[in-house]
DNA sequence: TCCTACGATAGACTTTGTCTAAGTCAAGTA
DNA sequence: TACTTGACTTAGACAAAGTCTATCGTAGGA
């Protein structure tokens, strides 16, 4: 679906060949790729494109708030086109799968005031690690 | 204070002065430095000391569960000298700066069975972001 | 159609971390 | 104390992820 397109294209982005197929490779996915696999999918549609343009096309999507950062892992970014829900994740410690997961209630009200330091809090992150299904079954 | 040099001694850690160095290093100081930190102010005690020896050693004392990685920013870990006593991160959004904190209740319990995908779930990770006084009040 | 500013490109560069081969040394033994 | 040995350390090459830069190309308005 190109609802992304559209909206991208409301907010007066500038369409080239290179952002819709990056746009149309997250779009289509409810998943958690690298840049690096955004690229690989890109390419099959589009091959002249490059490296760094998935990068800058990957931050913009980030800044217009249409795709999340996930950093599950220490290697690489991963992009989350579910950025319209909010949500946690789970992650397996053995095979690095991913899930998105919808804890009850806000996370920051396990923060009292003394424990805030006067910071303004705008965002909590949550991961929580173990083994999937089937790394448990063969551990 | 040595405890840690002691601690690791009795679990026959061979000593070298390269390992009491990084050790000193972590144990005197309640932040959260990189590996690039603690080599810096490695080199200052023992200026021959290599960085594959202080990544090393890191790793090894992580392994031991005398320090913790925290992966609070995606640019490199972090290592927390604070192992003993769980506790979460409060991070400033522009600064960077890093604050110990201690939730109230179990994180853990927040996630419905419903939710957990037939997972082990082992571990909790939070990471509050906001701004910090001084930022905040220069934004 | 033509212009022009914004976007795309290749590839060098940076940062963080890992690996390897060769040299060094802590600690057990006599 | 001197010897021995395997664990530890080293320099530097390598790798992965991401950023930067100079140049070229093109979307979209006039």
Chains 1, 2 share one sequence.
């Not at 907010?11 to 080239?16: A, C, E, I, S």
């Not at 494109?49 to 990957?58: C, D, E, G, H």
């Not at 795709?67 to 053995?94: F, G, I, M, W």
């Not at 923060?111 to 999937?132: A, H, K, M």
């Amino acid at each position: 679906m190109s609802d992304l397109l559209e909206r991208l294209r409301g907010r007066g982005w500038r369409m080239t060949a290179q952002r819709r197929v990056v746009a149309e490779v997250l779009d289509g996915e409810h998943v958690h790729l690298t840049a690096d696999e955004v690229h690989a999918r890109a390419v099959t549609k589009l091959p002249e494109i490059s490296r760094a343009t998935v990068y800058n096309t990957l931050g913009e999507l980030v800044t217009l708030g249409e795709v999340l950062e996930v950093s599950t892992d220490r290697r690489a970014k991963r992009y989350d086109p579910n950025a319209h829900r909010p949500h946690q994740h789970l992650v397996c410690a053995r095979c690095g799968a991913i899930r998105d997961v919808h804890p009850t209630g806000n996370p920051l009200s396990a923060l009292p005031d003394s424990e805030r330091f006067g910071f303004t809090i705008s965002d909590v992150e949550v991961t929580y690690r173990g083994l999937c299904p089937n790394c448990s079954a063969s551990a």
